[in-house]
């Protein structure tokens, strides 16, 4: 079904991720290299390393302390997040870390999936492009007045990390 932006948006507001910006793309065939997910499993690895700069929406995600610290030094992906491609390797996509971002997989990813499936066939394929690279749905984000202990917390942990890894913020 060939979708306007506006009736894309509503879509998924209904699946509610409303916040979630999109982007137009003529989706166009593209080869896939046959050694593409070795490849992409490495770069999944230097990705959740990056997360450094990413605590803000980390925090959001409910992760323990000990998923956060294998997250973010690079061992081990939570159970329920999951890494997409912005642009599918199909069309045109790159194995690359702006390629890619990190979001629940119950129910945004299963949601995201559904949403471009349906678009199937469709001349203008509307994407999925958050603007950071973790996905937290608005309705996620809130806080009470006291601010968040948890960001605190997971803010210094990444402060250390990054400091131990001799790099800066």
């Given at each position: 079904m060939q979708m306007t932006k506006e009736i894309a948006e509503k879509r998924l507001a209904d699946m509610n991720m409303g916040d979630m910006p999109i982007k137009e793309l003529?989706?166009?065939p593209a080869l896939v290299a046959p050694n593409w997910f070795s490849k992409y499993k490495k770069l999944c690895h230097e990705f959740i390393q990056s997360l450094?700069?990413?605590v803000e929406q980390l925090a959001f995600m409910n992760l323990t302390q000990d998923e956060f610290m294998s997250l973010i030094m690079g061992r081990k992906i939570p159970q329920n997040l999951?890494?997409?491609?912005?642009?599918p390797l199909v069309w045109g996509g790159k194995l690359e870390i702006d390629n890619l971002f990190m979001c629940w997989t119950f129910p945004n990813s299963q949601n995201l999936d559904q949403f471009i499936m349906e678009q199937n066939g469709s001349e203008i394929i509307w994407l999925p492009n958050?603007?950071?690279k973790i996905y937290v749905p608005?309705?996620?984000i809130s806080g009470g007045d006291g601010?968040?202990?948890?960001e605190d917390r997971l803010s210094?942990?990444?402060a250390q990390i990054v400091a131990a890894r001799g790099m800066e913020q």
């Amino acid at each position: 079904m060939q979708m306007t932006k506006e009736i894309a948006e509503k879509r998924l507001a209904d699946m509610n991720m409303g916040d979630m910006p999109i982007k137009e793309l003529h989706p166009a065939p593209a080869l896939v290299a046959p050694n593409w997910f070795s490849k992409y499993k490495k770069l999944c690895h230097e990705f959740i390393q990056s997360l450094t700069d990413s605590v803000e929406q980390l925090a959001f995600m409910n992760l323990t302390q000990d998923e956060f610290m294998s997250l973010i030094m690079g061992r081990k992906i939570p159970q329920n997040l999951s890494i997409r491609f912005r642009v599918p390797l199909v069309w045109g996509g790159k194995l690359e870390i702006d390629n890619l971002f990190m979001c629940w997989t119950f129910p945004n990813s299963q949601n995201l999936d559904q949403f471009i499936m349906e678009q199937n066939g469709s001349e203008i394929i509307w994407l999925p492009n958050p603007a950071a690279k973790i996905y937290v749905p608005g309705h996620n984000i809130s806080g009470g007045d006291g601010g968040n202990a948890t960001e605190d917390r997971l803010s210094q942990m990444a402060a250390q990390i990054v400091a131990a890894r001799g790099m800066e913020q």
